[in-house]
């Protein structure tokens, strides 16, 4: 990586996240892919192998990565290793019926490079168990290599490798996309957004809308609506707000709560 790139370079704003990873061979796999792209941010979330950034397998895998390997962080929760983040794309091959919209590795590329206030992060699953719903659930988007349908199985570092390709050639102007002429706010943070979600569901379940001990999937259907639209910092402060109004004029008797 040049010394003298910009902050607002996305090879300095995009993050890779690794979500219990189990053999420390993988993650000096995915550290070596990265800088080859010229990469850097990794974070691992609960590993579930010993030591993973000095274990001899890991050194080994990252070959002439060892720097990347060895700034990586450990964090115990997702929601710690995705702060600082304000986009999160889930990388997964299998389809979920609510997940939020599905792009390619190019379509997040091209609007993770286009976007300079963006501080996206990539989110790959543990080797054979993949990403749970739950966190899928809470990205903005998920990516979906496009391999072969009757084989699309690729390894941690392969798909890091892919996702970091496409990233590069992104970066340096290849798939940079014309952005929209008129006002562009602060893109909120999954923190932001989460909070949100929570708020709102608790507004709808004060105004009788959603029953809370039935809730269905009103939530997941929501959630999906809200991450087509790329939610800015002052979009979610209106929609805290109108949540607020509505707790407030919520009857104080909830007795004749009804169903989502």
């Known amino acids: 990586m040049n010394p003298t790139e910009p902050v607002s370079s996305l090879f300095k704003r ?9 053999r420390a061979g993988n993650v000096g796999s995915v550290a070596r892919a990265l800088k080859t792209m010229g990469f850097s941010d990794l974070v691992l979330v609960s590993p579930r192998c010993d030591d993973p950034l000095h274990d001899p397998e890991a050194v080994a895998f990252a070959s002439g990565a060892i720097d990347v390997l060895e700034g990586a962080r450990i964090v115990d929760s997702l929601a710690d290793a995705l702060d600082g983040c304000n986009f999160a794309a889930a990388v997964s091959a299998r389809l979920r019926e609510f997940s939020p919209p599905v792009w390619s590795p190019r379509e997040f590329s091209a609007h993770a490079a286009g976007t300079d206030d963006l501080r996206p ?4 699953g543990n080797e054979r168990f993949g990403l749970p719903n739950q966190i899928v659930e809470q990205c903005n988007v998920l990516i979906n ?25 992104a970066a340096q102007g290849e798939n940079r996309t014309q952005q929209g002429i008129g006002f562009h706010g602060e893109a ?3 923190a932001q957004i989460e909070g949100m979600y929570a708020h709102l569901e608790e507004a709808l379940v004060a105004i009788g809308f959603l029953n809370a001990d039935n809730p269905r999937k009103l939530m997941p259907r929501l959630k999906r609506l809200f991450a087509r ?3 800015e910092t002052e ?22 709560a009804g169903h989502d």
């Open 145 to 169: 290599i496009p391999a072969n349908p009757d084989y699309a199985s690729l390894n941690l570092s392969q798909a890091a490798q892919v996702l970091a390709y496409e990233c590069r050639l």
């Open 188 to 190: 909120a943070s999954v």
């Open 14 to 22: 995009l993050r890779f996240v690794l979500v219990e990873t189990s």
């Open 121 to 124: 992060a990539l989110i790959l």
């Open 229 to 231: 639209t790329q939610l």
């Open 235 to 256: 979009e979610v402060n209106i929609l805290r707000g109108i949540a607020r109004q509505m707790l407030k004029a919520a009857p104080a008797n909830d007795d004749d």
